[in-house]
């Protein structure tokens, strides 16, 4: 059989432009917002530089922007948390860079630690613990490939509404990129009642995580 057969019979896909998918210039989907997000994070040199540090609460800095998304760079020293809260109608997608951060939600505890898998423990007793949504756990992945400037990556999404605390229960300072997709115009925090405040847009990046 002639090796060009399959070829003539079909014809040069890559000669029917109109046939092929056009590459989208932003992410859509949950997996493409982790991927650009493991992207970012694998890459030292787009964040690194930038990261700075707060002794009265966690800097952060928005790293990049698009059509319904945004990108935050996060800091944290030692016992910075961000008390119960959710997301409103925006899912999330976090990972840490250097250190590592503590989640709590109603289902558990994880540590979550930079180039690492996330390690769980059963949720302690809470005194009239917050409103939680049990959350959906992205699996640990690998960002980049080898090399001075690639680091390996692991996440979590928080899906719209779902309530979780982050701290950084460590010694040691860390840092963490977090996307918001659509961006971010809520964050409700929790208590034992319920909600015990709704942030507007201009204060929410108080608590953003």
Known sequence: MNSDSDLQIAGDILAVQHLL???REHPATVA???GMARSIAADRRLWAPLVSYDATTRW???LRTGPGYEVWLLSWLPGQGTGPHDHGGSTGYFTVLEGELTERTEGG???????ARTTSAKAPARTGGARGVPGTGAGTGSGGG???GAVAVSGRVVAPGRVHELVNDSLEPAVSLHVYFPGLTDMPM??????VH??????RSAVRA
């Open 21 to 23: 998918q056009p590459a």
């Open 32 to 34: 493409e917002f982790a």
């Open 60 to 62: 952060y800095h928005r």
């Open 109 to 115: 505890v994880r540590t979550l630690t930079a180039g």
């Open 146 to 148: 080898a090399g001075a």
């Open 190 to 195: 929790h208590g034992a009642t319920g909600v």
């Open 198 to 203: 709704r942030f507007a847009p201009s204060a």
